[in-house]
């Protein structure tokens, strides 16, 4: 069956501007997980949801970035006002539930210039 | 929030068995260990999880101590394309259920 996907799979922006990034889950799975991955480090985790509904965001690295996601299945994560930091693999997990194995997408590789 | 460690790399022959080990020494008794592997340039892929029994499947098996301090992922006959970074997390066990992954040990399979 189908996995998770993520768009775009590259990014390259300029400082200031404004990305948005997408994660489409495996069917039927109502956890999603969303993490940053930088060159050679290991995950950074920066937020999940369950259902439509993120109860834990301690992970944000700022207030320019937020996620959201509506109807329980696609999840946007965007990025304001964009800083050559914020240059990362971001990568997008679902799972059938909270407890439940977590399954990745491929990520989007994202170059703030 | 350092729950695992793992060595920096390992070098395994090809056709010969992997044994990746883990130390969890501060895992809880109702936390899952999980293995992933992530391969150059490809998200994080699922390879096996046990709780205090060794567990098996296609890919590999997990072996856990009897005090599940420790564990050892083991790829039976490894071949050139299990050469990734091999992450072993500690599922935290509450409401959130974050997964931190570690640096990982690079495993580079040799012909």
């Known amino acids: 069956g189908a996995g998770v996907s993520q768009s775009p799979s590259n990014k390259v922006t300029e400082k200031g501007k404004d990305v948005e990034l997408r994660c489409d889950p495996i069917?039927?799975?109502?956890?999603l997980y969303w993490y940053r991955q930088s060159l050679g480090q290991g995950l950074e985790f920066l937020i999940y949801?369950?259902?439509?509904?993120?109860?834990?965001k301690s992970g944000l690295p700022s207030d320019r970035f937020s996620a959201e996601r509506t109807g329980g299945s696609v999840s946007t994560l965007t990025i304001q006002r964009t800083q050559q930091e914020d240059s990362a693999v971001y990568l997008c997990?679902?799972?059938?539930?909270?407890?439940?194995?977590?399954?990745f997408g491929p990520g989007t590789r994202l170059l703030v210039l | 929030d350092a729950k695992t460690t793992q060595p920096p790399s390992m070098d395994c022959a090809e056709g010969r068995a992997a044994n990746l080990p883990c130390n969890h020494s501060?895992?809880?008794?109702?936390?899952?260990v999980y293995w992933y592997r992530q391969i150059h340039s490809q998200g994080p892929q699922y390879i096996i999880h046990?709780?205090?029994n060794n567990e098996t499947n296609e890919m590999a098996s997990l072996i856990i101590t009897e005090d599940r301090k420790s564990s050892t992922l083991i790829l039976p006959h490894a071949t050139l394309r299990d050469t990734a970074v091999y992450y072993c997390?500690?599922?935290?066990?509450?409401?959130?259920?974050?997964?931190?992954f570690g640096s990982g040990t690079k495993l580079n399979v040799k012909p």
């Open positions: 997990a679902s799972s059938q539930g909270v407890q439940e194995t977590q399954y």
């Open positions: 069917s039927g799975h109502t956890a």
């Open positions: 949801f369950q259902g439509n509904s993120a109860p834990d």
């Open positions: 501060t895992i809880s008794g109702n936390e899952y």
């Open positions: 046990g709780l205090k």
């Open positions: 997390i500690v599922r935290v066990a509450n409401n959130f259920n974050k997964f931190y």
